[in-house]
């Protein structure tokens, strides 16, 4: 029910908008962010839609429904990329969303609901530090805090105002007339693609936990300090790292997707001749179910606790950065899309989100799921990104059925 | 048979030319090192010494002996610091030599021999990343390359003339007139002190090899890629930490000092959520015999094969930065180091260096040995770095027998 080519052609075209040798960056707040969404309010506005930015900085494009009072059936992703990569993650979900509206036109199908098509602002961690802002703003639950973080000249307040958004009502924005959410996203791993599906249903989209780590030990010198008289801040931390992973894997296998990864860490003063006496390495956990990450903070607890014994170094209470919980894809959702895809003949399976995405924050407002379609060897978030635009096609046919059957039920 | 009083107020007198904020720093090349010189050729001049500095930038004082030909007896240290810290490292050592040559002076010995009391330029690794530079330039072992490094806005080279040296005629200097050097150093490790010994008599200075190693694995989304997925560099490189320190461990209960460490160690992307992809880490090992260097180096090609192997990482060969074999003692020596503590009553042992040192410079050309006094639970290269006078007194009685002993034979 949709048209393959169409697709593929607006995929091609954002990614000509790019930073010339930086494939395929285009981030939010900057001059070639507002080239994309030129663009892409030109398409939707080819689609019959009517376009504007809403308070937090979203383009959204709208079409009434026949029905007043049914609410709105709101379809879309992100337009951003992070630095240096992602020509598929976000656009692949916006262009998706896109097709779906223009599948309507050309059917001449009219929706009881109302449905609008987003493009979040600034899913990425962006220039201040920050992500998913479109989505938390149009839900109003950005922190105030955050509105007054600095990015060179400017604040976010300011520059979600340069990208046409309302600063002085973010904070009140709420969206009551959602009466649901759909997200097509790459997957970002590589489970689909090994299992030759077409779709994942996300059942949850996991929690995400960053646990910072700071390890101490003591600076002696490499040449003349007898290796039994050491407390060796590196050495201790290479035995955490090796067990987290360890932990991690075997909590991996239970029920639920579970992963934990150490992916920064730093060592003091990091000079050749010095034992190390200090490392900081950050755990980023993400869990489907909640209770798992409970026991893993808390084995997280006791094995500090062990190595620092083991090791004779001190390592202080691990410090919970960030802890968000799973959220749950809509089950009324879930079987809607598994509908939907039996309805196209796509191969699909449940299985949990292990990024974020803009689909949690909506959850906390209105019912919402989404789809992943495959991406190549898992790859993302690097230029060599890829998902087939056919897979894309066949995401965007599941999100047509699926929304023609919320606007039925 | 030496001034303990005199060696403390010179050593004071040297810690209070520091920059203030960063106690005990006094880097070769700076005013400060400068001022530091002058401080220590006015009491070279006040203990009757004939001062110069030599063309590698060496402040020599010198007393000529009865005999003409029979050789220079040469002793000294230096009195540069590492940022922050040393108040005796090299310091120490200097005015210990100082006062061997005040205490001939008070009691009108004459000695056979010419002495030249030095203070070596730039021991420590300097603003120019190379160490060792008056031990190395004293005696023609300077690499020509050197003199065109770059600090600021001056090379090596406008650095050593600033100091009074002679780069123009640097590569040629030779001292076929030495008849023997003696440092006395402060220990920069813990056994003296655990071991309630006043005198550790150097049988070696340990060889050092830096060997480099890169680790490399995927990046891979941290949220989304299957703990059973992923080829994690950090995981790969911790298991490599933990077990060069187990092996160095082992080979450390062997005869002769030996030492491993990995004091530089970093991680690429080194972001939250993503699996890091790169390690570069570097080993800088020590062995008093050379034959156990061997070993540990064919050990860890053997260890990065199997760890690249259950690791699914790739792992280049290991890349020997530096490899400096070991320098031991001249024999002679040793034997009138060992006369000379039994003369003062001083406590000994015999001991490696597991650090580097001018005395395995000048061992290149002459017969050469080296003491260490105790230090404050080995601590060095930061400001808590302690030795006692009254140990400096002792080694510098050691030094002052030794002297006498060596022009008697
Ligand atoms: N989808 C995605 O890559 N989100 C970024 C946040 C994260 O999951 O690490
Ligand atoms: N003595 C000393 O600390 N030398 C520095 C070179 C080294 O041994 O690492």
């Not at 593929?8 to 070639?32: K, N, V, Y």
């Not at 002085?168 to 599906?197: C, M, T, Y």
Request: charged share 25%; glycine share 10%.
């Amino acid at each position: 029910p949709v048209n393959a080519d169409r697709i593929a052609e607006d995929i091609e075209a954002l990614a000509g908008i790019t930073e010339p040798d930086h494939p395929w960056t285009r981030r939010a707040f900057s001059p070639l962010f507002l080239k994309g969404r030129t663009y892409i309010e030109a398409r939707m506005k080819a689609a019959g839609l009517t376009t504007r930015i809403d308070a937090a900085g979203n383009l959204i494009g709208r079409r009434a429904g026949a029905k007043s009072g049914l609410g709105t059936i709101l379809v879309g992703s992100h337009s951003d990329t992070v630095p240096d990569g992602g020509r598929f993650d976000g656009i692949a979900g916006t262009i998706a969303a896109l097709e779906v509206a223009r599948s309507l036109k050309d059917r001449d199908i009219e929706l009881d609901h109302d449905l609008e098509i987003v493009d979040f602002l600034a899913e990425e961690v962006s220039i201040f530090g920050v992500s998913c802002i479109g989505s938390r703003g149009m839900t109003g639950q950005i922190p105030e805090a955050w509105l007054s973080r600095v990015s060179g000249d400017r604040t976010l307040s300011q520059g979600i105002a340069e990208v046409g958004g309302d600063p002085s009502v973010l904070l009140a924005q709420k969206r009551p007339d959602l009466a649901g959410f759909l997200e097509l996203h790459i997957e970002q791993g590589p489970v689909l693609e090994a299992e030759n599906k077409d779709i994942g249903i996300v059942t949850a989209i996991a929690g995400i936990t960053r646990i910072e780590i700071t390890v101490e030990g003591r600076a002696d010198h490499a040449g003349t300090t007898p290796m039994d008289r050491r407390a060796d801040a590196l050495v201790a931390a290479s035995q955490l790292v090796l067990d987290i992973r360890s932990r991690a894997a075997e909590q991996a296998k239970t029920p639920g997707h579970f992963a934990a990864t150490v992916g920064e860490f730093r060592i003091e003063p990091n000079a050749a001749n010095v034992v190390p006496s200090k490392v900081v390495l950050l755990i980023d956990g993400r869990a489907e179910i909640r209770s798992d990450m409970e026991e893993f903070l808390a084995w997280i607890d006791a094995a500090v606790q062990r190595i620092a014994e083991a090791y004779g170094v001190t390592i202080k209470s691990p410090v919970r950065v960030s802890d968000n919980f799973p959220t749950p894809g809509a089950p009324v959702l879930l079987e809607t899309l598994e509908r939907a895809c039996d309805t196209v003949g796509a191969k699909h399976r449940r299985m949990a989100s292990g990024a974020g995405h803009d689909t949690a924050w909506i959850a906390k407002v209105a019912p919402a799921a989404m789809i992943f379609v495959p991406c190549k060897e898992g790859r993302s978030h690097c230029a060599e990104e890829w998902a087939e635009n056919d897979d894309i096609a066949m995401g965007a046919a599941v999100l047509f059925e699926a929304v023609r059957d919320m606007d039925r039920n």
